[in-house]
């Protein structure tokens, strides 16, 4: 500082710029070395620069025709010598202000806060994938089977398609149904298997050789549970066949097929019986009242409970070319295999007393009912369809039609290409020290 008419006056000492207070000053020289720019190691704004040495070489010009370097008082010959001078020493003066680990603290900050935002995205596609588990799975609190009954019975009395009569007619037949536990056979179609051996008896065709199980009934999908409802569909028709073979009936004393909000309530005693803790906290130990799906572990606890000796098989991956399934094919042979005699030549066509098989994959389940085999050694799997409607299967009972019908229940390798199946088998029954093993 320096005084001019008894005035103090502040000099700056980088570019000589002069103030009347110190305050002025100190903010002019903070543009000059900012804190924060220090701190980071980054480079001082170049505009202000510019101006002051713009502001020292007008000084110096009114001196001499050099300018002088404000920082280490070297001369230059011109303005732009100076400002490259200038530049050279707030790069310096940079790399030297800055910390040591200046760059390592920025690395750290930068991954944290990338790890921060990966947390979060992880978080909300959790939450998202949550939200569309409980939709597609039936737990979102939209009601069950009764109350989508409830709602479709009523949405075609408001299009006209049902009189106020038939509705409350059919109401009523659904609150019996579910006051008794027993299905009210609206969907049952029975006679199937009967049709389809007479049907092989009679056309010949390329099979060499067909097997089917013991009796059973189709099930398929009502109102009340479109949709969602084919696991349960389809332990009704394991079921119906096990209630017709001798070796069950012992442990399924006076057992009806039940409905499908008792079969709900089946599975739920089996999970408090301490079967799949797993399962059942996954459905939070609640089925009833919901619209949720159920696969093959559902089915292997509500047969284990009733002491039915079940079998989970777990085709985890393809095991043939363009994503096919022939090592399922060949087990479901080898299942109806069983009992034969080995070296006798099997009849054209083999009627078992084995019950169906419960076969799952993502999305639907299905049962299957029989096999054939072609002259080429090519396997066919027979299956029955919740999805397919009564009148759909009713066309097996009928000599005119049960050849279309039978197209649609036949599945070839190159028909199952999911990625994943599951066969759940029924094998005999369990006596109480093998449930409690099971346990």
């Not at 903010?27 to 001082?44: I, Y």
């Not at 992880?122 to 949550?130: D, I, P, S, T």
């Not at 159920?294 to 994503?323: C, K, M, N």
């Not at 090519?378 to 299967?393: E, K, N, Q, R």
Request: glycine residues 8%.
């Amino acid at each position: 500082c320096y005084c001019v008419n008894s005035e103090r006056r502040f000099v700056c000492p980088v570019c000589a710029c002069v103030y009347s207070d110190s305050f002025s000053l100190q903010e002019h020289v903070e543009l000059h070395l900012d804190p924060a720019q220090k701190t980071q190691g980054t480079r001082p704004k170049q505009t202000h620069y510019r101006l002051s040495i713009c502001a020292v070489s007008r000084r110096g010009t009114s001196q001499s025709k050099s300018s002088e370097c404000p920082m280490c008082s070297v001369v230059c010959s011109n303005s732009f010598t100076l400002q490259e001078h200038v530049e050279l020493h707030l790069d310096h003066e940079a790399s030297v202000n800055a910390s040591p680990g200046s760059d390592l603290k920025l690395a750290r900050r930068l991954q944290e806060e990338e790890e921060q935002r990966r947390r979060e995205e992880e978080a909300r596609l959790e939450k998202e994938q949550f939200k569309k588990l409980q939709k597609e799975f039936g737990l979102d609190g939209t009601g069950g089977y009764r109350k989508q009954m409830e709602q479709r019975l009523e949405r075609a009395v408001a299009r006209g398609l049902m009189d106020p009569a038939e509705f409350h007619c059919k109401r009523a037949e659904m609150m019996e149904s579910l006051a008794t536990g027993r299905d009210d056979g609206q969907t049952r179609t029975r006679g199937v298997l009967k049709a389809l051996s007479e049907h092989f008896q009679s056309e010949g065709g390329d099979c060499v050789h067909v097997w089917l199980c013991g009796d059973t009934d189709h099930f398929c999908s009502s109102d009340g549970d479109r949709g969602w409802g084919c696991g349960y569909r389809n332990f009704q028709m394991l079921l119906s066949s096990l209630l017709r073979l001798d070796q069950y009936t012992a442990v399924l004393p006076d057992m009806a097929v039940p409905s499908l909000p008792r079969v709900q309530r089946l599975i739920e005693e089996a999970w408090s019986e301490g079967l799949d803790p797993h399962g059942a906290s996954h459905f939070n130990h609640r089925l009833q009242g919901t619209r949720a799906w159920i696969g093959a572990t559902e089915i292997y606890s509500l047969l284990t409970s009733l002491r039915v000796r079940a079998r989970i098989v777990d085709f985890h991956q393809p095991t043939g070319p363009g994503d096919t399934h022939p090592r399922l094919f060949e087990w479901v042979r080898q299942y109806f295999h069983r009992g034969q005699n080995s070296g006798r030549l099997p009849p054209r066509i083999i009627h078992t007393k084995l019950p169906p098989l419960y076969l799952q994959h993502q999305g639907h389940s299905r049962t299957v009912v029989g096999l054939e085999q072609r002259r080429s050694g090519a396997l066919c799997l027979l299956m029955l369809d919740p999805g397919s409607s009564s009148s759909d299967v009713r066309r097996v009972l009928s000599p005119d039609s049960v050849s279309v019908a039978l197209r649609q229940m036949r599945k070839f390798p190159s028909g199952l290409k999911h990625r994943q199946y599951q066969l759940v088998a029924a094998e005999g029954v369990l006596s109480e020290q093998d449930k409690q093993v099971s346990l």
